[in-house]
């Protein structure tokens, strides 16, 4: 009878340990899935920081450079633009222009054109112009297309200066 128990109690303590060595196995897998999965889920939310200014403009589709919008920008530019800056990395009375599709975003730059007045006061990069520049840009009322063609038309002049 003693026997019995102590077989009994031999199992019960194999089956015990068996079932909980196998049980932290599943365990330890499904952790190790679970630290994937959020680490997956934090990648799409640190590329989603894209700074597009404040203003009309929430998103821009880029193709290859259009040279009809490019020439049309260019007029615009020269017209609107050009007693404050030039295209080169010179500061006049705004920023030199050489580069400004590297360092913004589309929609950044369609923003600061269109209203420079709100992008002073509420965007942190155009702030900070304002602060080295100490002059206000003006809002000329440029509508959206004439943004874009601008747009267009520094995508060209970037590209060329590569
Ligand atoms: C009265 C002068 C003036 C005029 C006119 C002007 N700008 Fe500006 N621009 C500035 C100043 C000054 C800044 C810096 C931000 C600020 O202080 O408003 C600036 C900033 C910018 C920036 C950001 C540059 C950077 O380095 O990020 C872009 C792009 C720009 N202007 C484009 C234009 C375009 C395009 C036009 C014509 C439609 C134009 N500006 C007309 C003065 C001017």
Redo the contacts with the bound molecule.
């Keep these: 009878m003693k026997n019995l128990i102590k077989s009994f109690l031999y199992f019960g303590i194999v089956a015990f340990v068996v079932s909980c060595s196998s049980g932290g196995g599943e365990e330890n897998e499904s952790g190790e899935n679970t630290t994937a999965t959020s680490d997956d889920s934090y990648k799409p939310t640190a590329t989603t920081t894209k700074d597009i200014g404040v203003g009309p403009v929430k998103h821009v589709d880029l193709g290859p450079i259009d040279a009809n919008k490019a020439a049309i920008g260019k007029e615009?530019?020269e017209a609107?633009?050009t007693?404050?800056?030039k295209w080169s990395t010179e500061k006049y009375?705004?920023?030199?222009?050489v580069g400004?599709t590297k360092?913004?975003e589309p929609e950044?730059?369609m923003n600061?054109?269109m209203v420079?007045d709100k992008?002073?006061a509420e965007d942190p990069?155009?702030k900070e112009?304002?602060a080295?520049?100490?002059?206000?840009?003006?809002n000329?009322n440029?509508t959206e297309e004439?943004?874009r063609n601008?747009l267009e038309y520094?995508r060209q002049q970037d590209a060329a200066t590569n």
């Design positions: 615009l530019f609107k633009c007693s404050c800056h009375v705004g920023p030199g222009l400004v360092r913004r950044w730059i600061q054109i420079p992008m002073t990069i155009a112009l304002l080295t520049y100490l002059t206000q840009m003006t000329q440029i004439q943004a601008i520094f």
